[in-house]
Structures are given as C-alpha cells and as structure tokens.
C-alpha cells in the first residue's frame, strides 16, 4: 500500500486503539450506530468504535449520512435473506434501523420517489474503497436492495408484473456474467475488479425498472498476457476449461489449461478447475448469459474466441533478426480455426509490418521481440474488444428503449471503481486509477465539506471554524492543459519520436514548481513521485507511452477483419464488403496460395490505413479523461449517497482487525474529516417553508397558518425547547440531534390522532353496521314482494301469451309474410318503391347506393333530419357504420346521441350514449306502411323522424335507461358523411 509510518509510532497508534477497545465492559461502546453522536470524539475513539463492533459481527456504521461498511470476510448469517430485505422497506426515518446497505439503498430509491423528475429525483450511490474491501459485493448488494423495492407496485402491480419481473432478473443475472469476465484474483482480493463501471438503472413514472445501462472503465488487459507471482487471470479462463465437456474439448481444439502460457503460472488455480465449485460457476455463467438474452451461436462464439486468444498466447518466435514462428503448424491452424483467420494471413501479420505510404505499401520484417509485442497486443485487443461487446450487448438487450433520459424517467445509479493503488511497480494503469479517485475525493469533499461552507456563506452562518484539505490544486497539475501531467503524456504519445524519457523529462521541467505534489528522482531514472490525497505514489514511466498509445498493428486488424468469425470482424470494425470478402475466403480456403493471401491483405491494410487517416487519433489516457469527465458530469446531476468500503486486514481473513490499515483507510477515504465536519457543523437545513409546514404544531395552533419567516421559525424552537440552532437568510441550520429531538415533540400529535381515529373509526363501523341490519330486513321484505308480484305477473303474462297463441291460430297462413316495398300508402316511397325493386332484386339485397338514393328521394322529400331547406339536425349523420358511431360517441358526456341512415335497410339507426365514457346503446328506427315512425320495441307511433327525436328528449326511449336524449352528437373533423345526400343538388346548382 502506501507509505508505511515508523514501527514505534504504529506501535504506539495500535496499543492505543487495542487500550480503547479493550474496555468492553464499558457500557456504550461499539453500540452507537452514527458515530457523530460520540460526545468525546477523535481517532482513537472512532477506531475503538469500529473494532468493537467488528468484534459483535456489526460491520455496518453510519458517519453522519456516510455509510462505513467494514469486511467481514465470512459469512454472516440473516444478514441479507428476504427477512431483512423487507425489514429495510419504506423505513422513512433511517435511525429507526441499524446501519445497512439495504438502508442506503432504501433511501436513494425512496428520494427518487418523493421528488418530481430531475436532479432532485435522480441518485447516484458512490462506493469506493481499496481492492478487497468488498467494493463489488456492496455494489450488487444495493442494487438488489433497489430492485426488490421497484418490485413492489407500479409495473409489477399491472399487466407489466411478467415483463417487470423478468427484467429485474436480468438486471440481477449480469453480476455473474460480468465477474467472470472482468474480475480476477489478486494478492489483495480472491474476487477483484479488475475494470470501472458505472451502473444506471432507469425507472418510468410509476418507479418500476425499465433498464439498465453500463460503463467499463480501464479493463486490466495487461492481465490477459501477463499475471503477478500468486496472481491469476480473469476467472473466464478457468470456468472455460471446468465446463468442457463431451466433443467440447475437440470443438475448441484445446487440452489441458495448464498448457496454455497465459495460464501456467498459477498452479493453485489450475487444481481448482476440476473441481465441483468451479463447474457450478460455468453453468452458472452459461445460464446467466442465456437469461440475459445471449443466442447460443453468440456464446459458442465468445468461447470460442477466449480459446484463440489462449492459442495466440502458445505462439512462439525464433530467428536473430528475422523473425520466425517456431510453434508447431497445428498450433497455428488451430489459432486460425477458433477465429476463422486465414493461417497464412496470421503469419504474415504475427511476422511483418506493412506500412502505406502515399498509396505505396512498405513491408517491414520484426524481430522475434517485436513478434511477442504484437501477440500480445493482439490477444488484448481481443479480450478487451470482447468485454466491451458484452457490455454493449447487455446495454442493448436491458437497456431503456431510448438511452438518452425521457421526460418523466428517473435514474439511481452506482459507481463502483477501483480504490487507490500503489504497487512495487505503478505504471499508467495506477496513475489513471489514482486519477479517477482523485475526481472522486474532489466530488465527495465538494459534496461533504465545501457544499456546506458554501452554504454557510450564503445563508450568514458562521463556518469559518470549520475546514478541510481540498485536493483541486492536484487536479489542476494533472489534468490541465497544455502543460497538465496527462496532456504533456498524450503529447509525447502522439508525437513519432516521443519517448518514455523525453516525456519524463518534460514532466520534471513543467511540474516540479508543483512541490507539494510532484517529486522527481534523486537519479536520472524515468520515474516521479505524485504526493495523492490518499498517500504518496512513486511511478515507473518505463512503457508508458506504448500503453499510453495502445496502437494495434494494421496487419493484426485486417487479419481479424477478413475472419469467417462473424463475432471476430464486428469487434474490429469490418464493413459489407469485408463480410464478402471473409465468405469468399471460406469458399476457396483450401485453393488460396501465398500470392493470393498477401494480394488480399495488402488491399485490407490500404484500407484500414484510409480510415485511420480519416481518424482523429487519440490515447487512453485522452479517452479515459474524456469518459471521466462524463461520468462526473452525470454523477453532478444526481443526489450522492456514499459508501465507504473498508478492508480490516491484508490477511484476507475473518475475525482480525488492523487498527493502522483500518485508520489509513479511514483518514484517505476522508471520514475522519467527515466525522469532525459534521459534529462541528449542521446536519439538518430545511427551508422556513419546510420547516414551518412540517413543525408548526410545535409553535401554532393547529388552524393557524403562521408565514414562513424567520420569526417563525424561532418561536416554534423557542417553544420546542431546542437549544444551539441558527436561523439563516431562507433555512434554519440544525445539529444532526436537533430534528429526532423536534420529532419527540410532535410525537404526541400523532399518537393522539391515532386514538381520535380509532374511537371514531369504531364509532363509524358500529354505526354501518346497524344501517347494514336494517337495510338487509328491508332488503329481504322487498325480496319476498318481488317474488310474489313476479308469480302474479307471469300468470298474467302466461294468460296473454294463450290470448295471444289462440289469435294467431285463427289467421291466415300467410298473415306474417314479410310486406314487398311496394305495400305501403306513402306515395313517396310507393313511387320509389317501383324504380328500385329490380335494382334490388340484381344487386340480390339493398345497396349503399339505394339507400342514398331512398333518403333523397323519399325521405328528404318529408324533411326527415332536415333543418331547413339543405341544412340537416345536428345529430343527424348520413351512412356510417356501428363502430364509426361508437368512436364518435366514445368521449362524450352520458346523453349525446345521433341518428344515421342505414345502409343495408331503408330505415334509420338511432346511438346513444347512455353512460358517460361507457355503454352505448343502438336502436333500429323504422317505418309503418302508411309512413309513420316507430322505435323498433316500442308502440308509440310519429308522423315524421324529427319528432320521433324531439319526443325522446322529454321521454327515455327504455324506461330502464339511465337518460333521456340529452346532446345531439355532431360532425366531427373536417369529413361530413351527409356531403352525399346534397352532392346532386349542389351540382344542379
């Protein structure tokens, strides 16, 4: 870690600590869950609290808003079953609970919820620590926590329940899937990220999840190709060769995994690979993909490139000057087979350089070095591209529709990164890591200290005993432009002579100034020292610029661009015509020759050098500030909750705690400095209008409304009896205490509430009661009523029913036959009824057409519908159909109808909405033989159609019917369907 202090002095520091916890009989310590609430506190007793509860298995600790989360490196029982996820559900007042990850994740979502959409609403939870202090696990355990409150209502209320839920085991399911593909383990951790990556989960208006979206940041790819004594790879490697099974081994062309360079250093971890744990993990990791929505073609695919990336790593190279593949040819083949590369081409590539200069190509032939450098870039490229894949494809399969923020969606994200880091040998990995948590410190004592300084000042409160160490100054000299540490990096990167030294020697002539900071070397070795808010880190400047650069040659990049591999070519950028060129090669594989296989990829590297031409070039370190950037940016629009991981022992092992690592970690993550701020300063700051509207029982009655002033404000404290507040220009500044004790005093209001509203609530229920009693005698005295007049009606009924029967026995047989048209006295229709009968009898029923022809020629003759001479009632409508009704009616108030002309009869069709927004009746309208209008179902009889409609204005047409005609529903949008009953007339005209 990092500078270690002098063994008397860290002596001296840990007997103190080991004094303080020693007194466990002391009644009070290692019980106080927010350890501002110390009355005596400093270093010692912090550490002394920590320890003491580390001992009770109580790894959870709050420091002011800050939760401190301590490793256990054990299991704890019930500490995170479904209990306890619902133990922390909706707690409101946090104190209620003992500290928790559940209960950050409780109030970030119950935040998002109270607050409308924006930066009040949005939350992002920060959780940082060094490598092993549980960082990761933290991280999936919030997120957990968060899902299983989404889960509660909105979607998973309705219809959406089966889609919700499946997302949200999705979202669950990437933890597996990007562990074994990110992480490895190392000296400081079995289970260590070994890459960034921003989580954001997005929720719709009703809180339920709607996606995911991901960040990787700084994937250790060096990892790949080269591991540190006692280290591993990443954990894919070794769960590639426990799921082989069957034909698999012959599929993938592999043996044993211990033949493998990039995994023989390691023998510990070869022996776990057969065993039961590691097979579980594979399926586990198989499964998850298949759940998150990997096509099986798309995970042989992945494996099949983590075994080419193992064949690259066995290639070998020979020669002086030249260099040569010594490897055995199989091993070449099968390299070529898992990525669908040309053997030749990889030959070539693995071999020489081709360079284009002015449309001419230069071939360069490497050195056996040079070889090995350009293996490795190309397997690192391969797994860092793949990793990238597989987030891209998670962001696509679980990601929100739309990426960018909707009107109305809110987001909780989770940043979980690296801590700082200073190895024996720190490199441009550990100054970019270092970087990022020194943008991260920056943001948490902007948000912790200097927010509340600021306010302070505004409001005309008195903080000036109150201050922090802020770390901008370092920010400047490293990300500064042009003479920053990183832009003079990217310089040197960027330029063709640049070298490890030169650049180190421009950091020395721009940065020493910076003293407090930068140190050079006493030597002239490529080295400088940055002095980090966590501790002081020397950097060895030795292949900075080829990683700053992280080039990958153009041969390597057209190789993969011509691959069968369809996998292969997309992560390398192919277009179409590559795709072509990739199937032509399968087709005549086994016909192509060495002039072919260069022909071909001299074309490819023109082309991949065209585009690069074309492409702004930039570095990692150029990328990585830019995607900081971002990243603070967004976590600057949201709400912070932080997390402190913290890691007892280097050990790795339970129930030992380090008093000296528990208290560097302590004073770099800055929680010491929290701890004193927010015992000095002022917790609780509501605005006069919150805090009058919340306590003014305290100072008020409760039908008053007092104004939101500061008068106000003090007369409700005054009443409260609350001491060592002050009242600002627009908020009241309270210590962290000052609220439960001004909650302890409305405590009575709502007690005696409670009570009032029991007494009146049984009061109201007794009362229901007895209406119900009486209301179901009166009930069952109606019931029997009914019954007995229904006897009696269907007796009289029946008897008309044989009334009638008799009757119709004594009429003519053909008494019922349907009435021809022509049977009528209307001389209209009698007129009409002789010109239509054989267009009738042609068409084999009554048309449209007939139908307009009979409104316009019998009924607009009789005013049917009409207001004046071409002008038509409101509700009057020509031939639309039921459901064109329907729509027109849909909206309207219970009431509105119209009128419309058959189509297929010649009658009329009366629609009425009888319930608002709902029922909608229809009713046929027709005609006696002497041309009087009737209801079909009803008796009464009209000389014309508008005082049929005029009479159901008074009269319900169904006596059952909620109401009357009430609104005639007129024409609706600029289409009118009478336009065909006066087309004829205007043309006339």
Known sequence: LFSQPQPAIRASRHARCEQFASKMASPGIGETDNLTELENLNEESLLGELHMRYKRNVIYTYVGEILVAMNPFKKIAGIYDNVKMVEYDSIGDRSSRPPHIFAVSDSAFATMCANPPGRAANQVCVISGESGAGKTESAKLFVKQVIHLSSKGGAAAT?????????????????????????????????????????????????????????????????????????????????????????????????????????????????????????????????????????????????????????????????????????????????????????????????TAVSVVRNDTVVKQYKPVESEDVRDAAAKALYGRVFSYIVRKCNDMLGPKQKKLQPGEKTIGILDIFGFECFKDNSLEQLLINLANEQLQYFFNNH????????????????????????????????????????????????????????????????TQHGKYYERPKGNANQFTINHYAGRVPYNAEGFLEKNRDTLAMDVISVFRLSENALVRQLFGADDEDAKNAKKNAKTRAKSNAADIKKKMRQSVKKVAKEQEKTKRTTVGAAFKVSLEELMMEMSEAAPHFVRCIKPNMQKVPDTF???????????????????????????????????????????????????????????????????????KSKVFMRYFHQDQLNDAL???????????????????????????????????????????????????????????????????????????????????????????????????????????????????????????????????????????????????????????????????????????????????????????????????????????????????????????????????????????????????
Request: glycine fraction near 8%; proline fraction near 3%; hydrophobic fraction near 35%.
């Open 159 to 351: 219809e959406g329940e089966g889609k919700a839920k499946g997302l949200e085991e999705k979202i669950v399911q990437l933890n597996p899937l990007l562990e074994a593909f990110g992480n490895a383990q190392t000296l400081m951790n079995d289970n260590s990220s070994r890459f960034g990556k921003f989580i954001e989960l997005r929720f719709n208006p009703s809180h339920s999840v709607t996606g995911v979206l991901m960040y990787e940041y700084l994937l250790e790819k060096s990892r790949v190709v080269q591991q540190g004594p006692g280290e591993q790879n990443f954990h894919v490697f070794y769960l590639f060769f426990a799921g082989l099974k069957g034909d698999d081994k012959a599929k993938y062309e592999v043996g044993n995994a211990g033949d493998h360079r990039f995994l023989s250093g390691n023998p510990s971890a070869l022996a776990k690979i057969g065993s039961a744990l590691f097979q579980e993990m594979h399926k586990e990791l198989v499964d998850c993909m298949a759940i998150v929505g990997f096509a099986q073609e798309e995970i042989e695919n992945i494996f099949h490139l983590i075994s080419g990336i193992l064949h690259m790593g066995d290639v070998e190279f020979g020669g002086d000057e030249a260099s040569t593949i010594v490897s055995p040819d199989d091993l070449l083949e099968k390299l070529c087979n898992q990525l669908g590369a040309e053997v030749g081409a990889m030959k070539e590539a693995l071999t």
């Open 747 to 989: 405590r009575p209001y709502p007690t005696s509430a409670t009570t009032m509203q029991k007494v009146a609530r049984g009061m109201v229920a007794r009362r229901k009661h007895a209406r119900a009693k009486d209301q179901a005698a009166k009930e069952r005295a109606m019931m029997e009523a009914l019954i007995t007049k229904v006897d009696k009606t269907a007796a009289d009924m029946m008897s008309v029913l044989q009334s009638f029967v008799e009757a119709d026995n004594a009429r003519p047989h053909d008494y019922f036959k349907k009435a021809d048209i022509e049977d009528t006295k209307d001389a209209h229709m009698k007129k009409f009824a002789k010109s239509i009968k054989k267009q009738i009898k042609k068409e084999g029923g009554i048309s449209r057409a007939a139908s307009v022809r009979w409104f316009k020629e019998v009924e607009m003759k009789k005013g049917a519908g009409m207001k004046g001479k071409g002008n038509f009632e409101e509700w009057f409508h020509g031939i639309i159909t039921r459901k064109e009704a329907e729509q027109l009616l849909g909206t309207t108030a219970a009431g509105t109808f119209l009128v419309r002309v058959a189509e297929s009869r010649f009658g009329y069709s009366l629609s009425h909405c009888v319930e608002e927004g709902g029922r909608i009746k229809h009713y046929m309208i027709d005609q006696t033989p002497d041309g009087q209008y009737l209801v079909v179902g009803n008796r009464k009889l009209f000389p014309s159609l508008n005082e049929l409609v005029a009479y159901h204005y008074e009269h319900k047409i169904v006596a059952s019917d909620p109401v009357a005609l009430v609104a005639p529903c007129g024409q609706k949008g600029e289409h009118d369907d009478t336009a065909e009953f006066l087309e004829a007339d205007k043309k006339k005209k």
């Open 448 to 511: 912790i200290f200097k927010m509340e300084l600021d306010e302070y000042a505004r409001e005309g409160i008195d903080g000036s005993k109150i201050s922090f160490e802020d770390n901008q100054p370092l920010l400047d000299m490293m990300l500064s432009k042009p003479i920053g540490l990183l832009a003079i990096c990217d310089e040197e990167a960027l330029f063709p002579k640049g070298t490890d030294s030169s650049m180190v020697e421009k950091l020395h002539q721009n940065l």
């Open 658 to 728: 380090d008093g000296e690592l528990v208290t560097k970690q302590l004073r770099y993550t800055g929680m010491l400095e929290t701890t004193r701020i927010r015992k000095e300063g002022y917790a609780y700051r509501p605005s006069f209008a919150d805090f009058v509207e919340r306590y003014k029982l305290l100072g008020y009655g409760l039908s008053t409304n007092p104004p939101p002033t500061d008068q106000t404000c003090r007369k409700i404290m005054e009443k409260a009896n609350i001491q060592g507040y002050q009242v600002g």
